[in-house]
């Protein structure tokens, strides 16, 4: 009984070792929190943008007008300053490069397909009537000139 005990004993200890590589598990996870955090980054600068542009539409809509638009370049990224008669300014800023993405994981490689064959050649076709060659000559009209 103590033999059979130690066997499954065995058994066990070797069925419950973990050969799951959670290194690539985390390193993905940690990928995918990064490019969340980059992803709501620019959805804060978008909202913010609209909501200059929303600015812009109503204080056009209520008879003001522009009188400048400036450019800026600090702080970076830069943008424009939109001034209004009445409405004071609107600020809307240039956008950043994203960065490049990791490098994907090559595809296998395609297998060789089946050679296509050649058809049959096609049957010869009927001969042709000869040809006409032209005649000199004179011709005679029906008044007998020529």
């Not at 940690?30 to 943008?49: C, F, H, P």
């Not at 939109?82 to 490098?103: C, E, R, W």
Request: hydrophobic fraction near 35%.
């Amino acid at each position: 009984m103590k033999k059979v005990f130690s066997i499954l004993m065995a058994l066990l200890a070797f069925c419950s070792c973990d050969k799951y590589n959670h290194e690539a598990l985390e390193n993905e996870l940690n990928d995918l929190k990064s490019r969340v955090a980059a992803l709501e980054e620019w959805a804060e600068t978008v909202n913010s943008n609209i909501s200059a542009l929303q600015n812009l539409v109503a204080t056009l809509q209520n008879g003001d007008y522009v009188t400048g638009v400036s450019p800026f370049s600090s702080p970076a990224p830069g943008g424009y300053i939109i001034s209004f008669v009445s409405s004071g300014n609107i600020v809307i800023s240039n956008g950043t490069d994203g960065k490049n993405g990791a490098g994907g994981k090559d595809g296998a490689n395609g297998k060789d397909g089946v050679n296509g064959r050649d058809g049959a050649n096609g049957k010869n076709g009927a001969d042709g009537q000869d040809g006409l060659s032209p005649q000199p000559g004179v011709k005679q009209d029906s008044d007998g000139a020529y």
